[in-house]
C-alpha cells in the first residue's frame, strides 16, 4: 500500500485565498483524522472522520476552517479565507478502528500564507 | 483532562551516549501512552505503545520507555545513540486504545553529535 498520500507537499499562499489541502487515506482504513503542526501548539487534532462522517470537529480554530470526507478514499481540509497564522503543516492520518497503534499519517502539507 | 508535557524541546547529544527524553502525563483514568518519531519531511511513525502491559516496553530501533505511575512519567530511552536517531519525538496519551483523543506532547528534537 502507498500509504496516507497528502497533497500538495508544499502550499505558498497569499493572505486572503483559499486553500485546499489533500487527503487520501490507506484503502480500508475507517478513521481519517487531520492534525496541525506549529511551533508554538505542537501537534493539534482538528477533526475526525468514522466511515466518511464527521465525528468530532471541535479542535477546528475557526469557521473559516472546514473538512469534508465525501467518500472513503478522498478528504479536503478548506481555508477560506487563509491568514498567515494559519502557516503550518497540516497532517492527515488513518487508522483501521480507533486503535492508536495503527495510526499511520502522511507526509504532511507544508502551508505558508504571505 | 488528558494533557502530556515533553520536558526540553532539543537535547543533543554525542554518538553512543545515551538519549533519554523526558514526557510526564496527566489523565484521570489508567492511561495509554505512546512514543512516535518524526523524521524531517515525513509523518510520524509510531516507536512504542504502553497499553497496561509490562510497564518496561521495548520499541523499534533500540527504544524504550518505562511507565511509571507513581511519577506519571512515560521518559524514553536508547542506550546508544546513532546519527540516524536524529528526529522530532512525540509523545501522546489516550484514554484507553480506542477511546477519546490522541494527544501529543510538543516535541521534543534529538540532534546527535558525531
Known amino acids: 500500500d502507498a500509504g496516507v498520500i497528502q497533497s500538495p507537499r508544499h502550499e505558498v499562499t497569499e493572505m486572503g485565498q483559499e486553500v485546499t489541502l489533500r487527503c487520501k487515506p490507506i484503502s480500508g482504513h475507517d478513521y481519517l483524522f487531520w492534525y496541525r503542526q506549529t511551533m508554538m501548539r505542537g501537534l493539534e487534532l482538528l477533526i475526525y472522520?468514522?466511515?466518511?462522517?464527521?465525528?468530532?470537529d471541535s479542535g477546528m480554530p475557526e469557521d473559516r476552517f472546514s473538512a469534508k470526507m465525501p467518500n472513503a478514499s478522498f478528504s479536503t481540509l478548506k481555508i477560506q479565507p487563509s491568514e498567515p497564522r494559519d502557516s503550518a503543516v497540516y497532517f492527515c492520518?488513518?487508522?483501521?478502528?480507533?486503535?492508536?497503534?495503527?495510526?499511520?499519517f502522511g507526509s504532511g502539507t507544508q502551508l505558508s500564507v504571505l | 483532562a488528558q494533557s502530556v508535557t515533553q520536558l526540553g524541546s532539543h537535547v543533543s547529544v554525542s554518538e553512543g551516549a545515551l538519549v533519554l527524553l523526558r514526557c510526564n502525563y496527566s489523565?484521570?483514568?489508567?492511561?495509554?501512552l505512546f512514543w512516535y518519531v518524526q523524521y524531517p519531511n515525513q509523518g510520524l511513525q509510531l516507536l512504542l505503545k504502553?497499553?497496561?502491559?509490562?510497564?518496561l516496553v521495548k520499541g523499534i530501533n533500540g527504544f524504550e520507555a518505562e511507565f511509571k505511575k507513581s511519577e506519571t512519567s512515560f521518559h524514553l530511552t536508547k542506550p546508544s545513540a546513532h546519527m540516524s536517531d536524529a528526529a522530532e519525538y512525540f509523545c501522546?496519551?489516550?484514554?484507553?486504545?480506542?477511546?477519546?483523543?490522541?494527544?501529543f506532547g510538543q516535541g521534543t528534537e534529538l540532534s546527535v553529535k558525531p
Open positions: 501522546a496519551v489516550s484514554e484507553g486504545n480506542q477511546g477519546g483523543k490522541l494527544i
Open positions: 504502553y497499553t497496561s502491559a509490562a510497564t
Open positions: 472522520f468514522n466511515n466518511n462522517v464527521p465525528i468530532d
Open positions: 489523565s484521570s483514568v489508567p492511561p495509554y
Open positions: 492520518a488513518s487508522s483501521l478502528g480507533r486503535r492508536w497503534e495503527k495510526l499511520f
